[in-house]
């Protein structure tokens, strides 16, 4: 059996799973790495990106993955297609079970599993995701200068969300569903006194227009008339929350009231010794790549140095 144990297992292959992947790697730990539901993480549907370290030219979201991917390869990291279904972290070596019933058995865990931005589920929302349509404007609030966009939502998020797009776009409009905003007072009176942003209540999307390449605007529905509205736009931006990829864990880490992991201070290190979160299931302040592979090289170091401890 001792032979069948891996020394450490990473699951997800976003820009966090890809990098503590390669510092595995190099540290000869031969790491395995499960896929996930979405090899390479939301960057596979983000067009291009222009604010990651070393490209000035920018790299499209699925060649950057790419290039992840194959240096991890390079360094003998092995994948595994397919996503984790149950995780038991009781026993040790820590059990996994894959979605074809097989069971993978390890001595250390890194979960980089990120967070999925919520969307409305509109069929239209689809069509134009990366043509107009976004969930981060700090991702992409560059290509839209000068322009009109709406954001949807009504916490703390769209008002950061909305703040954020003033410094490009000409026009911000807030959208909510409610009649009023739930966001935190300075953050709703921040917004109010910008200029740029104007407001519109007790309305929810109905629907986002295009011609089919891009957006061109949306159309709004007043929840208590049933009125429909259009409105001319050049993006749409979601700032509705996010979900991260932590259930099968709950019960047995500590997770915190919006489903993330908490990570000791200064650690990417659980409730559970030996067991370490990286990237957006742990972070729901920036959200960024770039910040997503600073915490997986931390916790490749952090799993490195606590299989010395155990060996």
């Not at 966090?16 to 790491?31: E, F, V, W």
């Not at 595994?80 to 972290?89: I, M, Y």
């Not at 909510?176 to 007072?185: I, M, Q, V």
């Not at 006194?193 to 519109?200: E, G, S």
């Amino acid at each position: 059996m001792e032979g069948d144990v891996r020394d450490i297992v990473i699951i997800g292959t976003g820009p966090a799973g890809y990098t503590a992947a390669i510092y595995t790697g190099r540290a000869n730990l031969k790491p395995l790495v499960i896929d996930g539901y979405q090899p390479g993480g939301q960057l596979m549907i983000t067009s291009e990106i222009e604010n990651f370290p070393g490209f000035p030219e920018g790299i499209q979201g699925p060649e950057l993955m790419q290039r992840m991917r194959d240096q991890a390869t390079k360094f003998n990291a092995e994948f595994k297609f397919g996503s984790v279904t149950e995780a038991d972290l009781s026993r040790r070596p820590f059990s996994l079970t894959l979605e074809d019933g097989s069971e993978i058995l390890t001595r250390a865990l890194i979960i980089a599993t990120g967070a999925n931005a919520k969307w409305l589920g509109i069929e239209s929302e689809d069509r134009y995701r990366g043509r107009g349509v976004s969930a981060c404007a700090t991702c992409d609030g560059f290509f839209f200068r000068d322009s009109t966009v709406f954001v949807i939502g009504g916490g703390d998020t769209a008002m950061e969300e909305a703040l954020y797009l003033t410094k490009f776009a000409s026009r911000v409009v807030l959208v909510h569903r409610r009649e009023e905003f739930r966001a935190s007072k300075i953050m709703s009176l921040r917004a109010s006194k910008n200029p740029k942003i104007d407001t519109m209540l007790n309305v929810v999307v109905d629907e986002i227009l295009g011609d089919g390449q891009k957006v061109t605007g949306i159309r709004l529905k007043n929840v208590k008339t049933g009125e429909l509205e259009e409105h001319a736009c050049d993006g749409v931006f979601m700032a509705i929350g996010h979900a991260p990829n932590a259930k099968m864990f709950e019960g047995q880490l500590d997770i915190d009231d919006y489903g993330y992991i908490l990570t000791k201070k200064s650690s990417t290190e659980t409730s559970v010794q030996g067991v370490f979160a990286c990237g957006d299931v742990q972070d729901f302040i920036y959200r960024q790549a770039v910040t997503a592979v600073g915490t997986g090289c931390m916790a490749a170091v952090d799993a490195e140095r606590y299989l010395e401890t155990i060996r």
